[in-house]
């Protein structure tokens, strides 16, 4: 496992101000909820999971929830004192959690969610779509080509394509490759340019320069791009620049149009894996990594007018 993950787990377990310990009673099932961040995408996906397990499991289940904040180190501290409490299943939402979480135990079941890319973030080679550990969950990645589809089929006659995202976050890395290799597939003959940023301090300046060369940028599933969504819009709006995202979060906040998923429905499948876990005994070991099953086009109707760009019937407002 990443060693900076260790590092930071042995630092978590030391660290003050850790929640109570609590052991669930008999016949009882409490469960950690670790969430990256406020943002919408991952509040309906922490939603969903909570509905799912209510519904099924009523008083025998308990949830903590706890977010983040954004925080790595806040990450650590959370998912250590789970494993400190002995939950029965942590439920890891975002890539960042379900790292601390994969390095803080491998007894604990761990379910992640709104997680893009499980080999990546676990250090998997020989994919076979389950990890073989104590680590499941469900993908949020909607279908890359058909996203790349997009891009082309709104801006055709775009010279420049600019794939703006976060270097740290190695869901974003997996997109941008796919999508690269998918638009060259498509035949698309724009010149494709990543651009990247280290975190919040150096995203304005980074999407200021995309802004100034792209004819059009695309923003894969990307927290720390979602969550400074308004500061994107405020840079590529004005300067007439449409952005292509991944997802619905961040298109609301700065996009014309996404291919996205409903993150409560995979929510919902997270939580239709907890139960099997619980009541059942499945082994998470051998889960195979789910995905929503729906996805849908949808564009957002001011951006689109003010940049004049015409948006084909089988698009939904969103």
Known sequence: MNKKWKMMALMGLAATGMMASA??????YKIGICQLTQHEALEEATKGFQ???SEKLGDQVTFDVQNASGELSNCVTVINAFVSEDVDLILANSTPVLQAAASATDSIPVLGTS??????????????????????GTSDCAP????????MELIPDAKEIGILYCSAEPNSRYQTDIIESSLEELGCTAEVKEYTFTGTDDIASVTTTAAENCDVIYIPTDNT???NAELINNI???AEVPVICGEKGVCEGCGIATLTIDYYELGQITGEMAVDILENGADVSQMAVRQAEQVKKCYVPERCEKLGISIPDDYDEL
């Open 144 to 151: 890359l080509q058909q996203q790349a589809e997009m891009v």
């Open 236 to 238: 590529c709006e004005p």
């Open 23 to 28: 052991v669930s009673a008999e016949g009882s």
């Open 51 to 53: 509905d799912y397990v």
């Open 115 to 136: 997680v893009t890319d499980y080999p990546a973030a676990l250090d998997l080679d020989n994919w076979t779509g389950v990890t073989g550990s104590n680590v499941s």
């Open 225 to 227: 791009a979602a969550s």
